[in-house]
């Protein structure tokens, strides 16, 4: 993906820059909250100021500070994919939180643990097979199906409706409380606008046909949940999703802060900006037309491809392919080069896992850094669910 292609219409303003960098290390992860509430109420307005119809997916998020943003404006049905974004979830408010996750084994008891130390909380689940809904027998937690749009990752095919129908039945026989459908359509986010909607809707059509048939079976269908970000615009468009007995909820997460491809993926006039950036420095002039700064994809991910971010205020700037700490850009030529120590703020071309390289983030209010936040939800727990009274000591 070019830089022109991800930017679309947003550009460099002063509200991003930051005074007082001098004392920071960098690189540093700075976030916005003032544009973080704007990017909630512009979410808010296009779900028609209704609250209830958002399961945010926190995997963007991450900080707990973020999170009560959320839940003081009314948002309190989430998502999450780590037992330790679960637990954050529920210390923060949140009501009713999706594990999106097809855990197994101590995983899979981790969120059991959850789901019992948080009784004020709905916590449910994924299942894709016979197994995973028999692993819940005995839990509080309810179990959404997992339907398999053709992105391949996980879910069961969309087509087995007949199997659909068996799993459904098996959470019944479980004594669990079968909750509804899952379904990310996250493969159709490389398609254009046009492509990538039509080929949503046809998706949707068959959806609501899984939905029907498990109602005829006698199988009550509560919740649909549908689309990220880049299939956020077509869920909102799709009538069919509206009016039916099942509450349809929409679970974009990377909105919170949007990224560089989030702002190509979704229409200009939503208004959505840039709520987190990196702030890093020029460290290196290796050759005439190449600077370096130390944004690598230990800071900035490189999931998403190269380049794998975009610098504000500098369409000059092309990043080339990074290494663990650094990350060189290509200078247009006949453009004036940044010097060693000057500061740039990148704008990740994915910023989910972005946010999850850092530990801690900058509060900028007006330019003026208000304080550091930790981000509570980076990484996992601690991997034994049980500590052996007489753990053996670690070889040195």
Not at 233 to 256: D, E, I, W
Not at 287 to 314: E, N, Q
Request: glycine letters at 10%; hydrophobic letters at 40%; aromatic letters at 6%.
């Amino acid at each position: 993906m070019a830089q022109k292609a991800m930017m679309t219409e947003f550009s460099w303003t002063e509200d991003y820059r930051v005074s007082g960098l001098e004392d920071v290390l960098t690189p540093a992860l700075v976030i916005y909250p003032e544009i973080v509430v704007s990017n909630l109420e512009r979410t808010l307005a296009l779900l028609e100021g209704d609250a209830d119809r958002w399961r945010v997916h926190i995997k963007t998020a991450k900080l707990a500070y973020t999170l009560r943003l959320l839940v003081e404006r009314g948002i309190s049905n989430f998502k999450c994919a780590t037992t330790l974004e679960l637990l954050t979830a529920c210390e923060c408010g949140a009501k009713d939180v999706l594990f999106a996750y097809p855990s197994m084994g101590a995983n899979a008891r981790r969120v059991q643990e959850l789901a019992e130390q948080f009784p004020g909380v709905g916590v449910s689940v994924l299942a894709e097979n016979e197994e995973q809904v028999r692993q819940w027998r005995g839990s509080r937690v309810g179990v959404f199906l997992d339907i398999n749009p053709g992105m391949n990752r996980t879910g069961v095919e969309q087509n087995s409706t007949a199997a659909i129908v068996g799993l459904a039945r098996g959470a019944r026989a479980a004594g669990l409380e079968f909750r509804g459908l899952h379904y990310y359509d996250g493969q159709l986010g490389g398609l254009d606008f046009e492509e990538r909607t039509k080929a949503a809707h046809r998706g949707y059509g068959q959806l609501l046909e899984i939905a029907a048939t498990l109602e005829r079976d006698g199988m009550a269908v509560a919740e649909v949940i549908t689309a990220g970000t880049p299939t956020f615009p077509c869920s909102l468009s799709y009538k069919g999703l509206r009016g039916q007995r099942f509450v349809h909820r929409v679970s974009p997460g990377t909105v919170v802060y949007c990224d560089a491809s989030s702002l190509a993926q979704l229409p200009a006039e939503y208004g959505y900006r840039p709520a987190a950036l990196v702030a890093a420095r020029v460290v290196s002039r290796p050759r005439a037309g190449i600077v370096t700064c130390d944004g690598g994809h230990k800071t900035v991910s490189a999931d998403a491809g190269v380049p794998t971010c975009v610098v504000l205020g500098h369409p000059e700037l092309t990043a080339l392919a990074p290494s663990e700490e650094h990350l060189p850009f290509a200078v247009a030529e006949g453009a004036r080069e940044p010097r060693p120590g000057d500061i740039l703020y990148l704008l990740p071309r994915h910023v989910c896992p972005t946010v999850n390289n850092f530990d801690a983030a900058l509060l900028v209010r007006r330019g003026e850094i208000e304080g550091v936040e930790k981000v509570s939800a980076r990484g996992r727990e601690a991997p034994l669910l049980r500590v052996p009274e007489k753990a053996a000591p670690l070889p040195l």
